[in-house]
Nanobody, 128 residues
């Protein structure tokens, strides 16, 4: 599975952005997709994940209510809609695919080690 993110950029506080992550590989639809970010000087953190069907998703507290993860398996793409952006959201954003496949499951792993395939990252900068 290869992943390529796009959609990052420079925005002002309160603005919205939608990140996309296009994948190649025939097992995309059976893997959990996650979004992570890494701010300067900080460790990479998990933000949100979505199960194979798109029916179940999980969010961490910093983004809950502001970010929405979705996927289109027909297009092999996962999205992260980010609303109400804050300066503290400034980071490099990564999409990742789970190491294992989880068909017909609502399981969404939240640990980085459970994700084996990573995109190159896209920079999001939020000015105040």
């Amino acid at each position: 599975v290869q992943l390529v993110e796009s959609g990052g950029g420079l925005v002002q506080a309160g603005d919205s952005l939608r990140l996309s992550c296009a994948a190649s590989g025939r097992t995309f639809s059976r893997r959990v997709l996650g979004w992570f970010r890494q701010a300067p000087g900080k460790e990479r953190e998990f933000l949100a994940g979505i199960n194979w069907s798109g029916e179940y998703s999980y969010y961490t507290d910093p983004v809950k209510g502001r970010f929405t993860v979705s996927r289109d398996n027909a297009k092999n793409t996962v999205y992260l809609q980010m609303n109400g952006l804050k300066p503290e959201d400034t980071a490099v954003y990564y999409c990742a695919a789970s190491q294992q496949i989880y068909p017909y499951s609502d399981y969404v792993p939240i640990r980085e080690k459970e994700y084996a395939y990573w995109g190159q990252g896209t920079q999001v900068t939020v000015s105040s």
